[in-house]
C-alpha cells in the first residue's frame, strides 16, 4: 500500500521560498500521477501542481506558474515542490496525492480528481 508522507512546511516571510518533499513508502512511483494540492484558511481544497512519472510531464495552474516547481527525485522515492516568491495568499495546508490513473495529470492540474492516496498535509505560512 502506497504512504504518502509531506515534509518541509514551515513559515517564511514574502518573497521567500520553501521546498516540500513528498516522500512515498510501500510502492515505488513509477507509473503514478502525483499532484500537490493546497487547502487556503476557510476554503476548499485546489490542485496546484502535478507531475506523470510515465511521460515526466509536468503541470502547473496559472497562479503558480513561473514560482513554483515539480520535480521528482527517483533514488529517493520523492516529489518535491519547489516555491518562490512566496506570497501572503500561498498561506495553506499543502498536500500530495498519487494515483496509477494518468488521466489525472494529462491537458490539465485536475480539480477534483478522485486521487487515491493522500498526505497527511504541511502547514505553509506566508508573513512578514
Known amino acids: 500500500q502506497l504512504q504518502l508522507v509531506e515534509s518541509g512546511g514551515g513559515s517564511v516571510q514574502p518573497g521567500g521560498s520553501l521546498r516540500l518533499s513528498c516522500a512515498a513508502s510501500?510502492?515505488?512511483?513509477?507509473?503514478?500521477?502525483i499532484e500537490w494540492f493546497r487547502q487556503l484558511p476557510g476554503k476548499g481544497r485546489e490542485g496546484i501542481s502535478c507531475i506523470n512519472t510515465n511521460d515526466n510531464q509536468t503541470l502547473y495552474r496559472d497562479f503558480v506558474k513561473g514560482r513554483f516547481t515539480i520535480s521528482r527525485d527517483i533514488a529517493k522515492n520523492t516529489v518535491h515542490l519547489e516555491m518562490n516568491s512566496l506570497k501572503p495568499g500561498d498561506t495553506a495546508v499543502y498536500y500530495c496525492a498519487a494515483d496509477s490513473n494518468h488521466h489525472f495529470c494529462s491537458r490539465l492540474v485536475c480539480y477534483d480528481c478522485p486521487y487515491t492516496h493522500w498526505g497527511q498535509g504541511v502547514h505553509v505560512t506566508v508573513s512578514s
Open positions: 510501500g510502492s515505488n512511483l513509477d507509473g503514478y500521477v
